[in-house]
């Protein structure tokens, strides 16, 4: 058996929220491979791909996978829209359960066990953030003490009044003037783990598939949180014409 395998199911983790996509294979405890690819193009390209030689690397089949996780957002639309759909396209013909994780809470859960506050920070694009507050309870796993919202980055000293651990691919951009606006009160994290990770998902997976807490791949929609531009428009020419 190659060390890579694992004796038990294996969770396949998508996550395309940024233009960092990134895919994984994730044991119940460990994690037996990871792929991220940073690039402007997008992730539609790589990510079926990217699946067949992980798995091969890894000398797992699809009898061994025991649910595909999906990183539902917020993020960029597009890169939400291609992994869900990859991922319900999957689901039904490997008859998988699906299981979506939000980006945020993907963050967060790269700081298992942290006494402080997390504040995953991740570009929105229009000079804005998509943002929520997250405590870990005593088992490790990052529980939301606000919900996601969008904001402007000057807005963080709302939320953010102790000690926070930030972390994102929105701190490149917004790093900078964040740790001027909360002083010691913004903790940043280094660069090679701002980035959202598959291995993250499939992690934070795990709890919800031993609960059997499963969407319905029928059914199931990205968390967008902010509206799309066509939806914007669309409202805007209703309220012009009312």
């Avoid at 044991?27 to 491979?33: F, M, Q, Y």
């Avoid at 940073?38 to 000398?59: E, F, M, N, V």
């Avoid at 700081?111 to 929520?132: G, H, Q, W």
Wanted: hydrophobic fraction near 45%.
């Amino acid at each position: 058996m190659p060390p890579s395998s694992a004796a038990g199911p294996v969770i396949l983790a998508l996550e395309t929220a940024t233009t960092c996509g990134s895919l994984a294979l994730v044991a119940e405890d460990r994690c037996l491979a990871e792929y991220s690819l940073s690039t402007p193009a997008t992730h539609s390209r790589s990510l079926l791909t990217g699946i067949h030689w992980l798995l091969a690397q890894c000398d797992l089949s699809w009898p061994q996978i025991g649910a595909i996780a999906v990183s539902l957002g917020p993020g960029s639309f597009t890169g939400l829209r291609i992994a869900l759909s990859t991922a319900k396209g999957l689901c039904m013909a490997a008859e998988k359960p699906l299981i979506g994780v939000e980006t945020l809470t993907g963050l967060a859960s790269q700081f298992p066990f942290s006494s402080l506050p997390i504040c995953p920070v991740i570009d929105a694009r229009k000079s804005e953030i998509y943002t929520a507050l997250y405590r870990c309870n005593p088992q490790g796993i990052p529980e939301k003490t606000t919900e996601a919202m969008v904001i402007k980055p000057q807005r963080l000293p709302e939320f953010i009044t102790t000690p926070t651990v930030l972390v994102g691919d929105g701190l490149p951009l917004y790093g900078q003037m964040l740790k001027e606006l909360l002083g010691e009160s913004a903790l940043l994290a280094p660069p090679e783990i701002c980035f959202a990770r598959a291995a993250s998902i499939g992690s934070a997976a795990w709890q919800l598939f031993r609960q059997g807490s499963f969407l319905d791949p029928a059914t199931a929609v990205p968390v967008y949180v902010r509206a799309s531009d066509a939806e914007l428009q669309f409202g805007e020419k209703k309220g012009i014409k009312s």
